[in-house]
């Protein structure tokens, strides 16, 4: 949150140990990819161009994967 977005997007990942984040563009192109113990809760949005992007989340309870909107 929040969506859409200017400029940070918050991840509530407390607890989770392994994880392995993605943000990818409407292309498919991915863009960020972090991987292992996530320790901080926002990531910044402000270098990318307004548009359509999809964060994808993955823990070993499971995957999320959600569309986001920066402005």
């Known amino acids: 949150f929040p969506n859409?977005?200017?400029?940070?997007?918050?991840?509530?990942l407390?607890?989770?140990d392994n994880v392995n984040i993605?943000?990818?563009n409407s292309q498919g192109k991915i863009l960020l990819?972090?991987?292992g113990k996530y320790d901080k809760?926002?990531?910044s949005l402000s270098n990318y161009q307004s548009g359509?992007?999809?964060v994808k989340i993955i823990t070993s309870d499971g995957s999320?994967?959600?569309?986001?909107?920066k402005l």
């Open 33 to 35: 990819q972090e991987s």
């Open 52 to 54: 359509i992007y999809f």
């Open 41 to 43: 809760d926002k990531i």
């Open 4 to 12: 859409p977005t200017s400029d940070n997007l918050t991840i509530s």
């Open 14 to 16: 407390e607890g989770i």
């Open 64 to 69: 999320i994967q959600s569309r986001i909107i």
């Open 22 to 24: 993605s943000i990818i």
